[in-house]
C-alpha cells in the first residue's frame, strides 16, 4: 500500500504499524502547518515509532512514502515453543540434581573450552565430546552450559536422558 502525502503538510512523525490492518489515513481538514500521527493497533504486540527529524521546525516534505511489512516472526515462536523440551535445558528444574563440576577443578579443561567458543576464528565449530560412562561429560557440559548462559554466549544446550520420555528421542 502506497501512502501519499498532500503538498505542504508538515510531517513530525511516522508511527511504523502493519499495513494489513491500517486503514487509509484521511488528509482531509488538514492545514500546511498541522502534524499528522497515524495509530492504529497492530497485529504484532508492539508499535515501532520512529521520530523523523527531531525538533525540526519549518519544513515540508513531499512525496513522502512509508513502507511496512507485518512481522510474521511471532507465528514461527509460538510454534518453536509448543515443542521445546524444557526439561532438557540445562536450567530446567527437572534436573535440579543435575552434576556439574566442583569448584576449582577441570579448570584446564573449562578454560580451554571457553577459550575455543570464543575463538571466533577457529576453524572448527562443532566439537564432539567422548568417554566412558561415568567419566564426568555431563558434569564438564552443564558447567560449560552455565559458564556461557552467564557471559551471555549460550546458543543452546540439550541434555538427553533414558528416564524422561520428553528428553531420550
Do not use: Y
Amino acid at each position: 500500500m502506497l501512502l501519499e502525502k498532500p503538498k505542504g503538510l508538515t510531517v513530525a512523525k511516522a508511527i511504523l504499524v502493519s499495513m494489513a490492518e491500517a486503514p487509509t489515513p484521511s488528509f482531509a481538514n488538514v492545514g500546511p502547518s498541522a502534524a499528522a500521527t497515524h495509530r492504529h493497533t497492530p497485529t504484532v504486540e508492539h508499535t515501532a515509532t520512529m521520530s523523523m527529524f527531531p525538533n525540526a521546525q519549518n519544513f515540508n516534505i513531499d512525496n513522502f512514502n512509508v513502507h511496512s511489512l507485518e512481522d510474521s516472526r511471532k507465528e514461527g515462536w509460538k510454534t518453536l515453543l509448543k515443542n521445546v523440551a524444557s526439561n532438557a535445558l540445562h536450567n530446567s528444574s527437572a534436573r535440579f540434581d543435575a552434576p556439574k563440576c566442583d569448584e576449582g577443578t577441570r579448570v584446564e579443561v573449562t578454560d580451554e573450552l571457553m577459550d575455543w567458543i570464543q575463538d571466533r576464528e577457529g576453524p572448527q565449530r562443532l566439537l564432539c565430546m567422548t568417554g566412558a560412562a561415568g567419566a564426568g561429560k555431563s558434569a564438564l557440559q552443564q558447567t560449560i552450559a552455565e559458564k556461557c548462559s552467564k557471559s551471555n554466549t549460550l546458543g543452546s544446550a540439550f541434555f538427553f536422558s533414558a528416564a524422561d520420555p520428553t528428553r531420550n528421542n
